[in-house]
């Protein structure tokens, strides 16, 4: 079982619909949660953290955390062509972890006009 | 606000040949990570510094890789003998210090082909 796993892909929505994204995790010990958007041939770019499990809504974006499920969400609300990037799931692992990343292999998101 | 910086942005080089990469992270930034991505997957975990100490290595990063920090400020990586299997964007990271999580910030990378 990989460490990160996001929902495979790729995945295409319309213009001004609702992407959802999901990634589950193996460690019951992670603490943080982070969403990455990777355009092509670019670095990863933070646009949501969670810590606490609930929802947090930053704009159009929403991430939502369940520890007891081990899951994470990124909900993306009135989808724009320019969203149209890789979304990559990392979690933060608890401890002494030095903060580290464990990414998952990423969503490829494509809305279309 | 300069973000993390990474140079050069692209290198090509032949088989077995040796490269070396640099990236200068964040000025308050006392944590320095090192990841490889290849195309469809997520980066992966190569090392990390804490100031100058080198505290992780993953078992990906082979005999002929080594990175250093030296003084706890710009940090290099380099790739002695390269094959062709370490064609891929490599990545730096850094963040800040302190007891709480806080995110990565990434630079824009360094591309190597391996011909």
């Known amino acids: 079982q990989k460490e990160v796993e996001q929902n495979s892909g790729p995945l295409s929505v319309p213009e001004g619909a609702i992407a959802s994204l999901n990634c589950t995790y193996s460690?019951?010990?992670?603490?943080?949660f982070f969403w990455y958007r990777q355009y092509s041939g670019k670095s990863p770019e933070l646009i949501m953290s969670?810590?606490?499990?609930g929802d947090k809504e930053d704009g159009r974006f929403t991430a939502q955390l369940n520890k007891a499920s081990q899951y994470v969400s990124l909900l993306i609300r009135d989808s724009q062509p320019s969203d149209s990037a890789t979304y990559l799931c990392?979690?933060?692992?608890?401890?002494?972890?030095?903060?580290?990343?464990?990414f998952g292999q990423g969503t490829i998101l494509t809305v279309h006009p | 606000d300069t973000g993390v910086s990474q140079n050069p942005r692209h290198k090509i080089t032949k088989r077995g040949q040796n490269v070396t990469f640099r990236c200068d992270p964040i000025?308050?930034?006392?944590?320095l990570y090192w990841y490889r991505q290849t195309l469809g997957q997520g980066p992966e975990f190569l090392t990390y510094?804490?100031?100058?100490?080198?505290?992780?290595k993953s078992r990906l990063l082979s005999d002929r890789f080594s990175a250093e920090r030296p003084k706890g400020s710009f940090s290099t990586l380099e790739i002695q003998r390269t094959e062709q299997g370490d064609s891929a964007m490599y990545l730096c990271?850094?963040?800040?210090?302190?007891?709480?999580?806080?995110?990565?910030?990434f630079g824009n990378g360094t591309r190597l082909t391996v011909t």
């Open positions: 969670i810590y606490s499990n």
């Open positions: 990392a979690v933060q692992a608890g401890g002494t972890s030095y903060g580290k990343l464990t």
């Open positions: 510094f804490q100031n100058e100490a080198q505290l992780e």
């Open positions: 460690d019951r010990g992670s603490q943080s």
């Open positions: 990271a850094s963040s800040p210090p302190g007891q709480g999580y806080s995110p990565l910030h």
């Open positions: 000025s308050e930034h006392n944590r």
